[in-house]
């Protein structure tokens, strides 16, 4: 079997305390995102893997009380945790359209991005 990679999450932090985050792969599309929280950007696998997932060395500017910016260098601590694959002999279906969904469903999900939302508005 043939696998590809369609998902990575990774931890960033140290042992006593860190954030987690995930790049999915958009199936359909191909193109990848960062999932950060509430933050969803694109991002580019090609460019970026290396030094958004395998730790080692990087640099950071440090800006002293003062004002005073340098460049430091340090520890990346963003690695990848967890990878996850898709067989490459299976296909996924099509993501429905919400008009496809049945009436039921449709009701619910409205509700839940109602919800959803006042919440959002809260935590601003």
Same mark, same amino acid.
């Given at each position: 079997?043939?696998? $590809?990679?369609?998902?990575? &999450? @990774? $931890?960033?932090?140290?042992?006593?305390?860190?954030?987690?985050?995930?790049?999915?792969?958009?199936? +359909?599309?191909?193109?990848?995102?960062?999932?950060?929280? !509430?933050? @969803?950007? #694109?991002? *580019?696998?090609?460019?970026?893997? =290396?030094? *958004?997932?395998?730790?080692?060395? $990087?640099?950071?500017? @440090?800006? *002293?009380?003062?004002?005073?910016?340098?460049?430091?260098? +340090?520890?990346?601590?963003?690695?990848?945790?967890?990878?996850?694959? *898709?067989?490459?002999?299976?296909?996924? #279906?099509?993501? #429905?359209?919400?008009?496809?969904? #049945?009436?039921? &469903? !449709?009701?619910?999900?409205?509700? &839940?991005?109602?919800?959803? =939302?006042?919440?959002?508005? $809260?935590? @601003?």
């Amino acid at each position: 079997d043939s696998y $590809q990679l369609s998902g990575i &999450v @990774v $931890q960033s932090g140290s042992i006593g305390f860190g954030h987690y985050y995930s790049f999915i792969k958009d199936r +359909s599309t191909g193109s990848w995102f960062r999932f950060d929280d !509430q933050n @969803v950007t #694109p991002w *580019d696998i090609e460019e970026r893997l =290396e030094a *958004d997932c395998f730790g080692g060395e $990087q640099t950071e500017i @440090v800006t *002293d009380k003062f004002g005073n910016s340098r460049h430091v260098a +340090s520890d990346s601590w963003s690695t990848a945790y967890m990878l996850l694959y *898709d067989r490459a002999d299976v296909c996924f #279906p099509a993501i #429905p359209t919400f008009e496809s969904l #049945p009436a039921l &469903v !449709q009701e619910n999900l409205k509700e &839940v991005v109602i919800e959803n =939302e006042s919440i959002t508005k $809260q935590d @601003v």
